[in-house]
């Protein structure tokens, strides 16, 4: 297993965004962008993949358990961390589905239509 996957399980598990992953790694102070982050998550045969070094892995990790747990001055609780992430994606509205929107803008007035050619059977 590479660090590339574990990279993908841990964001996947996390449930974590591009922009949120960029966070965690500021405050191990360790800057990258988001277009280097997307190349980590490509497939190997993309002509843009980018492996990912351990330093890079370890220092996601490092601030992970900083977001988690906070620091040694500002401690946190992990499961409250976690809740708060859950919940906030629970709460967003789901998308409206687009056969639905398309029935509401239709007209119901319209009366049957009769075709002068019969179907074959």
């Known amino acids: 297993m590479t660090n590339n996957d574990i990279f993908k399980k841990l964001r996947v ?5 591009d922009d949120e992953i960029v966070e965690i790694l500021k405050l191990v102070d360790f800057k990258i962008s988001k277009s280097e982050l ?21 220092n996601f990790l490092n601030g992970l358990v900083l977001h ?10 992990p499961g409250e961390v976690l809740s708060k992430k859950t919940a906030a ?33």
């Open 13 to 17: 598990a996390l449930m974590l965004r």
């Open 38 to 58: 997307g190349a980590f998550f490509r497939k190997e045969d993309h002509p843009n993949y980018m492996e990912c070094k351990d330093q890079i892995l370890r």
């Open 68 to 77: 988690l747990r906070g620091t040694k001055e500002n401690p946190k609780n």
């Open 89 to 121: 994606t629970k709460s967003e509205k789901p998308k409206p589905v687009y056969k639905a929107i398309q029935r509401k803008k239709m007209d119901n007035d319209i009366s049957q239509v009769k075709y002068k050619n019969k179907k074959k059977s």
